[in-house]
């Protein structure tokens, strides 16, 4: 008999279905216990592009604020040199391995970070309007599309925002640090809203 703790979502004292909201209003649900995986290395080396290709299915985006997903992984542009690769629970570890196994000598680094990080998604016609309240990025749809993404603020929370289709449907990485503050926030933030 393991006696090891149950784990508890980060969002676990947040009721985000207290907000008594139609889910075409607005919804907010957590992806708990995800993998996140930080990538980091030269864009221009094609032995560590082609690698994680491999490995994820799929090729590190290089463009600037965008990411790309093929329902196993999805890979945020972090930087220049870097990149967050979002995986399925308890996955993380495997991951790290399969990337640094065929990395060798490519001058790269391979972190697992799950443990600090959670994912809220937000969903409905006021999601945007209820992230607006608190970020600084033009969210709006001529500006902010499916494919993109961004690391900003949201209350004062360091978070990366993401946006999965043009509903629209918003995902955003937080550090689970900021979660008790942060649900409070978004809480009232969105009880105005109809």
């Known amino acids: 008999m393991s006696n090891s703790p ?33 990538v980091r290395g030269s864009p221009s ?17 290089l463009e600037n ?14 930087g220049p040199d870097e990149w967050l690769i979002i995986g399925a ?5 495997s991951l790290v391995a399969k990337l640094r196994a065929g ?11 799950s443990g600090g990080n959670t994912v809220l998604e937000f969903a409905g016609t006021r999601a945007r309007d209820l992230l607006q309240k608190g970020c600084p990025l033009d969210l ?5 599309t499916t494919g993109q993404c961004a690391q900003s603020v949201v209350a004062k929370t360091s978070a990366t925002l993401y ?20 649900g409070h926030w978004l809480l009232d933030a969105a009880a105005e809203y109809k």
């Open 6 to 38: 149950i784990p508890h979502s980060p969002f676990v004292q947040i009721d985000f279905s207290s907000l008594n909201k139609a889910a075409d209003v607005l919804s907010i649900t957590e992806h708990a216990f995800l993998g996140h995986v930080i």
């Open 45 to 61: 080396n094609k032995d560590l592009l082609n690698h994680c290709q491999n490995v994820l299915g799929l090729a590190l985006p």
């Open 65 to 78: 604020n965008t990411f790309v997903s093929n329902g196993d992984f999805t890979v945020l542009w972090y």
């Open 89 to 93: 629970k308890g996955e993380s570890a």
């Open 103 to 113: 990395l060798g000598e490519v001058f790269s680094s391979v972190q697992d970070i």
């Open 140 to 144: 709006h749809a001529s500006v902010f």
């Open 163 to 182: 946006q999965i289709d043009d509903a629209p449907v918003y995902r955003m990485v937080v550090r689970r640090s900021f979660s008790d503050y942060l």
